[in-house]
């Protein structure tokens, strides 16, 4: 407890300055006068002057506030190499004692762990986020247990007090890590797109590591070696061989002495896209919508367009020799089990099983979609009949079951709201913009996303993901 006399005067401090000069004047020159009582005098201007500046007398109970040392443990994926763990873990055990031991010091010991979905390691906002919670007058000092490598080195930070850094590792240490700069997601099948690649040996590397062994596999096929240059950008050209999603793999050897062989390697994903596409159009039979379809796609000189058309079914006898019906015999097996792969689209529209299509040709079509192909359907009467592609091997890749009604009444389509969000629908007319529709199949979704619907709100539009490949279902053929 300390006691202290404070003063807070009632007027200003210059006029109880003047006063008191005043006072002195006068009680000097009663002494130079000689006056009786000049003692009394004095003490009366003594008393007012000391009531004018306000006098106190103060007592404290202090108690002093201990000083807050942050300590961070970087607790990262690097940190997991070679005995860097250890070295932490010693480190933090050693300066936790010291700290300890010191009077009045408290120890506030934080784990910096790995940054969310491959964001680093996020050391700064740890910090922050600790500061936060301590009074920043009584941080006395931050300590970091780290290998350095900090992701958000940038991050303005207003700091209370020193930041001392503990580095774990070796001197001798180094690392080779494979980077690729730039990856198109999309490229021309058959046509060489440019690869940006670097390899750099980070650390104490060993002199004479001028050039390495660079291994290049696609989709998992054996892997074709080059020798590279390290420490320079590597233009490579690379042909994709195939449509759908290609799997690129780049990796180096592990050299005798780096630290670790997690970043020799690096996994890329591109989409190979033909310049043209290719479509089979299969129509079930002839009718005023087959017109339509074709007439959409060749308008577009982009689109190759393979139109199968069955003619008249085999239980419908109208007198017309069956080499009358085309002028050459359709190759449905070279098309649909020899060149499947080569069409970007296949659409069924209005088609059903008449036994001219083996169900041997339709499973085809159901793993060229699971290999990364794209099918639509245009559903008629057909599709709710007992001859449906439902009910056929295609029918496990559709992303809705038919109930076998048809419903026989006009409807204006809506694009519902994730149709408003699909790449799909995103720019097709909204709700009143559509004229009426007259017919629709009714079907139950199984899986995907209707992005469509017509009548009484029921599915009219259905996209689905099935493996690599892209299924639609359109619950009507107008």
């Known amino acids: 407890m300390t006691g202290t006399v404070l003063f807070d005067p009632l007027i200003p401090l210059p006029l109880l300055i003047g006063l008191a000069v005043l006072a002195a004047l006068g009680l000097l020159l009663a002494l130079w006068r000689g006056l009786s009582g000049w003692a009394l005098r004095g003490l009366a201007a003594a008393v007012v002057l000391a009531a004018l500046a306000g006098p106190s007398y103060q007592t404290e109970d202090r108690a002093p506030l201990s000083d807050i040392v942050l300590l961070l443990e970087d607790e990262s994926a690097s940190q997991r190499l070679s005995d860097r763990a250890a070295q932490t873990d010693a480190a933090a055990e050693a300066l936790s004692a010291r700290i300890a031991a010191r ?115 696609v ?127 296949i659409i069924f529209d209005r088609y059903q099983r008449r036994g001219i299509l083996p169900a041997l040709y339709l499973d085809n079509v159901a793993q060229y979609v699971r290999k990364g192909g794209a099918v639509l359907v245009a559903a008629g009467p057909d599709f709710a009949s007992a001859d449906s592609l439902y009910r056929s091997p295609l029918g496990t890749v559709l992303p809705a079951t038919p109930t076998a009604r048809v419903l026989e009444e006009a409807f204006p389509p809506v694009v519902t709201d994730i149709g408003q969000r699909h790449p799909v629908t995103a720019d097709l007319p909204g709700k009143g913009d559509w004229g009426r529709w007259l017919r629709q199949i009714d079907v139950t979704t199984d899986s995907g996303d209707v992005v469509m619907t017509g009548a009484d709100d029921r599915p009219l539009l259905v996209l689905d993901r099935v493996d690599e490949g892209r299924v639609a279902l359109l619950a009507s053929d107008h």
Do not use: C
């Open 219 to 345: 989709d998992g096929e054996e892997p074709q070696s080059f020798n590279v240059p390290i420490g320079q950008d590597l233009e490579l050209p690379v042909a994709l061989p195939h449509g759908g999603r290609n799997v690129i793999r780049f990796s180096l050897p592990e050299a005798e002495g780096e630290l670790t062989d997690r970043n020799n390697a690096a996994l890329i994903q591109m989409n190979g896209v033909r310049d043209r596409l290719s479509v089979l159009l299969v129509s079930g039979e002839p009718h005023p919508g087959g017109r339509t379809w074709r007439n959409l796609l060749k308008s577009d000189s982009a689109v190759d367009l393979v139109h199968f058309t069955i003619l008249r079914p085999p239980d419908k006898q109208d007198g017309v020799p069956v080499n009358e019906l085309s002028l050459i015999a359709f190759p449905t097996r070279e098309l649909f089990m020899e060149k499947i792969d080569d069409f970007d689209l």
């Open 103 to 217: 009077p009045n010091t408290e120890l506030r010991r934080i784990t910096v762990p790995d940054g969310a979905e491959d964001a680093g390691t996020r050391l700064m906002t740890t910090l922050a986020d600790a500061l936060a919670e301590e009074p920043r007058a009584r941080i006395a000092g931050i300590l970091a247990l780290s290998d350095g490598r900090v992701h958000d080195a940038d991050l303005p930070l207003d700091l209370p007090a020193p930041l001392h850094l503990l580095q774990t590792g070796r001197a001798e240490d180094w690392d080779r890590r494979l980077t690729v700069r730039n990856a198109p997601a999309f490229a021309i099948i058959g046509e060489p797109v440019t690869l940006t690649l670097r390899i750099d040996d980070l650390g104490a590397a060993p002199e004479g590591g001028g050039l390495t062994q660079l291994d290049i596999s």
